[in-house]
């Protein structure tokens, strides 16, 4: 029992030690490595501004693709907005417009999704022209040879052959004619979502053939203003062949040396955020090149690009190509309806992690009862109790065990004293005891082990998903995704001031807390001194560490402890064995006697 006690104290002594390793050290340090990063990358981008008299020309090339990138970027969305002419996007789920020049999209914001809880707040801005700060765009067009004139590039200027503004039920064509007489024709075309379909027609009415090469990019200029956590993957991203595997890169290892694919047909890549991604999915039947790469000529940016193998069109002759871009919101189900639609693995643009097998399972469930109660809360809840059910079978083995182990106690104390010092026949003597009595010592630690994975799985879930985003519970929790935003040490907002984000304790964090003391005080106080301690000080400890989590997995937490105590006092009640809760609030409350004179 005393082994098996410290198996149970080693592992809550682990996880302490990595959560505050992670919110005390590491979260620190990369806050502040991201603020000395984005001082570099300002300081650089000055000196290249210096160096630099020109933004560069349609001719220049960045490992064979026409450069994007301006000198500096100096203007404002709007300036840069004000430019160029542009073809207007409105869709029920997105805004904004195509940039005639490159035909680039470079404004793009998501209607559905607030900055804020508050839905009075600004809507999301996915893209923005390259020239600003902000630059984030996709441009797709092609690199050409020495038969075959100009090629439509970042400075191409396209005009409008039919459509004045793209819906979900009106594509826009464009129209672009080079020197060579090569007829470029772009059909722009959009769904409901986030899903634009680019169809390219390249007619070749010349005498001689031509050879081009197409190619398509996602390029921003600045990484997340919001620092990247361990358990989410944000940066490059790509399933790179329709049959192949998934490249995943952050940004800090891109800076230090680009990524190079292997050739590849079919698949996409682009850039992934916490909650939103740009991505590009090539022609599924074309081969193609593809890299991740890091810019620091000009305005410092980051791209994924591809270049396809090159094409010839012979005398006459037309040839067709189809690029898709996405660019939005992760919705799992529309996720997954894309890749049920032929874009190869592209659920995968979702970071499930490790235990996919269980994250995904567990989102869907938690969706199921969303779908029928509409508050991800409850769902928390409903899917606790489930999750409960199905570790039923396990968990009554663990509190059973735990229920004949105390039974057992009266007799390992008369073993002990039988055998007293002989630690072998009393080791012997006590596996005799536990066939005899047909007692696993070790079935109690299944269940613990076993729903590791599940706590993670959905940590990832709540903390992963954008339909957790801005998700409101009751009261005061309005977003399940952020921590609880109220702390003890103001009276939870009764007093007017604001406190250190180290000291917002909230109140579920403080519920949670309160269950976890409760679920460890079933079990007898254990009689070393340090181990008492420990037991005593631990709920108070999590308390702290979990207070910054979100405050979905808090409720999960402070709900599957309840029912854990529920369930134990049943199971240990049916077993015969005594509950040890309420002694042992009594002793800890119980008023020592003055000491006497």
């Known amino acids: ?158 005009t409008v052959a039919s459509g004045d503004k793209l819906t979900a039920t009106t594509p826009v064509t464009l129209s672009y004619t080079n020197d060579n007489g090569v007829v470029f024709t772009r059909t722009i075309s959009v769904d409901e979502h986030y899903m634009l379909t680019v169809d390219d027609k390249i007619q070749n009415p010349g005498s001689a053939p031509v050879t081009l090469s197409a190619y398509g990019r996602v390029t921003r200029n600045n990484k997340p203003s919001t620092p990247s956590v361990w358990v989410i993957h944000e940066g490059f991203l790509g399933y790179i062949g329709a049959d192949g595997s998934l490249s995943e890169h952050t940004y800090a290892n891109v800076e230090k040396e680009a990524v190079t694919n292997a050739k590849a047909t079919g698949g996409w890549l682009g850039i992934t955020d916490k909650y939103w991604a740009a991505t590009i999915i090539p022609p599924q039947s074309m081969a193609y090149d593809s890299r991740f790469t890091h810019f620091t000529d000009g305005q410092p940016r980051y791209q994924a690009d591809y270049k396809g193998d090159a094409v010839t069109i012979q005398p006459g002759q037309t040839t067709e190509l189809k690029n898709m871009v996405f660019a939005g919101a992760k919705e799992v189900p529309l996720i997954d309806q894309y890749r049920d639609q032929g874009v190869p693995h592209f659920d995968l643009v979702i970071d499930w992690g490790w235990f996919y ?121 309005q977003d399940l995704s952020a921590p609880d935003p109220t702390s003890l040490f103001n009276l939870f907002g009764a007093l007017p001031y604001d406190v250190p984000h180290f000291l917002m304790i909230g109140v579920w964090p403080i519920v949670m807390g309160i269950t976890m003391f409760l679920q460890m005080r079933m079990n ?60 042992n609030l009594k002793t800890l409350f119980k008023r020592k006697p003055a000491p006497t004179k």
């Not at 073809?87 to 470079?106: E, H, M, Y």
């Not at 899917?383 to 009554?396: E, M």
């Not at 599940?454 to 519970?473: C, D, G, N, Q």
């Not at 108070?540 to 997995?553: D, H, I, N, R």
């Open 1 to 158: 029992m005393e082994n098996k006690r410290n198996y149970f104290i080693a592992i809550a002594l682990s996880v302490v030690i990595v959560i505050a390793w992670q919110f005390l050290y590491m979260n620190p340090r990369m806050e502040a490595q991201r603020k000395a990063e984005e001082a570099q990358q300002a300081q650089q981008a000055a000196q290249n501004a210096a160096k630099t008299t020109t933004a560069g020309s349609a001719t220049a090339t960045t490992g064979n693709l026409p450069n994007a990138g301006p000198a500096q970027a100096t203007a404002t969305r709007e300036q840069a907005l004000a430019k160029s002419e542009r073809v207007q996007i409105d869709t029920p789920a997105i805004s904004g417009s195509i940039n005639l020049t490159g035909a680039r999209f470079d404004d793009l914001k998501l209607r559905d999704y607030h900055e804020t809880v508050d839905n009075s707040s600004p809507i999301i801005t996915l893209f923005s022209p390259a020239d600003t700060a902000e630059g984030y765009y996709s441009e797709l067009g092609y690199v050409g040879s020495d038969n075959s004139g100009a090629t439509p590039g970042p400075t191409t200027k396209w």
């Open 357 to 477: 097998f269980i994250t995904k399972p567990m989102f869907m469930l938690m969706d199921f009862f969303f779908r029928h109660v509409g508050n991800f809360g409850v769902a928390i809840l409903l899917t606790t109790v489930v999750v409960k059910l199905l570790f039923f079978p396990l968990a009554s083995k663990q509190y059973a065990s735990m229920a004949n182990m105390k039974r057992m106690q009266p007799k390992m104390e008369e073993l002990k004293a039988k055998h007293g010092d002989d630690r072998m026949a009393l080791q012997q003597a006590t596996m005799a005891l536990y066939k005899e009595e047909k007692i696993n010592p070790i079935a109690g630690c299944w269940p613990v082990v076993l729903q590791i994975p599940i706590f993670f799985s959905l940590y990832k879930v709540i903390y992963t998903t954008i339909e957790m985003r801005h998700a409101p519970f009751f009261g005061w929790i």
């Open 524 to 583: 007898p106080t254990p009689p070393d001194p340090t181990q008492a301690m420990l037991f005593t000080w631990m709920p108070l400890v999590f308390t702290y560490m979990l207070a910054s989590f979100p405050s979905g997995l808090v409720i999960y937490w402070a709900w599957n402890n309840t029912l854990s105590v529920t369930q134990q006092a049943v199971i240990m009640k049916r077993h015969g064995a005594k509950i040890e809760l309420f002694d």
